[in-house]
């Protein structure tokens, strides 16, 4: 079954750092481009960044460039997001995502910022 | 504000057609392959249309997709009231170098 499965979610301060993993099965990770999407309580999903299949290359939406860090270990299967200097506007559910031809989404992982 | 432009809401009563809209730009839908994402309240997104009018296993053909230019449209015939959504629209855009996304509609089944 392909799947992907986010983890790492919680509480942080504002100016806190969480670090987010999505792990994958089922289809062959080192192939795809992979996605970070949010999606603040209430809204509509919002592109945070992607990563190329082999990690050469990366973008960032501009809310989020110079705080945030997508990364991604092949051999492991797994897809990071570092998150630093985090916001309030940052609470969100933060979902990873397959790229290519046939998307897929994870199930998402709950981020808050408050103090 | 959204790249993507799609009408916030949308109705239709049991067994009818509906049609949503997606409008963006010649580096988004006029370059790239559009997809649909349909978000059941309280879960995930999840891909309902991909390649502008194609269905995933699984998804019933009564969901239907097409695409004209940097503009797209997205039909639910015989409309059931597990229909009722949020469906969102999205292509990758050359000047992020990332996807962009409609708003969202809010399906209503009257």
């Known amino acids: 079954e392909v799947q992907l499965v986010e983890s790492g979610g919680g509480l942080a301060q504002p100016g806190g750092s969480l670090r987010l993993s999505c792990a994958a099965s089922g289809f062959t990770f080192k192939s795809y481009l992979m996605h970070w999407v949010r999606q603040a309580p209430g809204k509509g999903l919002v592109w945070v960044s992607r990563?190329?299949?082999?990690?050469?290359?990366?973008s960032y939406a501009d809310s989020v460039k110079g705080r945030f860090t997508i990364s991604r270990d092949n051999a492991k299967n797994t897809l990071y997001l570092q998150m630093n200097s985090l916001r309030a506007e940052d609470t969100a559910v933060y979902y990873c995502a397959r790229g290519g031809v046939v998307p897929m989404w994870g199930q998402g992982t709950m981020v808050t910022v408050s103090s | 504000q959204s790249v993507l432009t799609q009408p916030p809401s949308a109705s239709g009563t049991p067994g009818q057609r509906v049609t949503i809209s997606c409008s963006g730009s010649s580096s988004n839908i006029g370059s790239h392959a559009l997809n649909w994402h349909q978000q059941l309240p309280g879960m995930a997104p999840k891909l309902l249309i991909y390649s502008n009018n194609q269905r995933p296993s699984g998804v019933p053909d009564r969901f239907s997709g097409s695409k004209s230019g940097t503009s797209a449209s997205l039909a639910i015939s015989g409309l059931q009231s597990e229909d009722e959504a949020d469906y969102y629209c999205a292509a990758w855009d050359d000047s992020l170098n990332g996807w962009v996304f409609g708003g969202g509609t809010k399906l209503t089944v009257l």
């Open positions: 990563i190329s299949s082999d990690g050469s290359d990366t």
